[in-house]
Nanobody, 120 residues
Framework: QVQLQESGPGLVEPSQTLSLTCSVS??????????WTWIRQAPGKGLESIGL???????YYNPSLKSHTVISRDTSKNQFTLQVISVSPEDTAVYFC????????????WGQGIQVTVSP
């Protein structure tokens, strides 16, 4: 059974770097034809795709967020991470990690989400 679990700080100060980790069990993140993605939902808004990392390690970012986000992975730990650089209150959101099927929008497995608040 594929399971994903987000971890990281719940509170970050403005201008700091937010680092979140998604720990995956039951499936290797290095498997081809699947991708691993970060999505967030700000208060009162819809879901926003942040970016993804493919099974081969290649990445793709939402162009509107590309300048201050980095997605990486540690295959030895079966984890992938999100860094949001120089956060602002607009980065306050629930952050989700999920698994997708390559070339589709099929996100069959999600983490439960983690609330991140950016505040002094």
């Amino acid at each position: 059974q594929v399971q994903l679990q987000e971890s990281g700080p719940g509170l970050v100060e403005p201008s700091q770097t937010l680092s979140l980790t998604c720990s995956v069990s039951g499936f290797s993140i290095a498997t081809n034809y699947y991708y691993w993605t970060w999505i967030r939902q700000a208060p009162g808004k819809g879901l926003e795709s942040i970016g993804l990392i493919n099974g081969d390690g290649s990445t793709y970012y939402n162009p509107s967020l590309k300048s201050h986000t980095v997605i990486s992975r540690d295959t030895s730990k079966n984890q992938f991470t999100l860094q949001v650089i120089s956060v602002s209150p607009e980065d306050t959101a629930v952050y989700f990690c999920a698994r997708g099927v390559a070339f589709t929008d099929d996100l069959g497995y999600w983490g439960q989400g983690i609330q991140v608040t950016v505040s002094p």
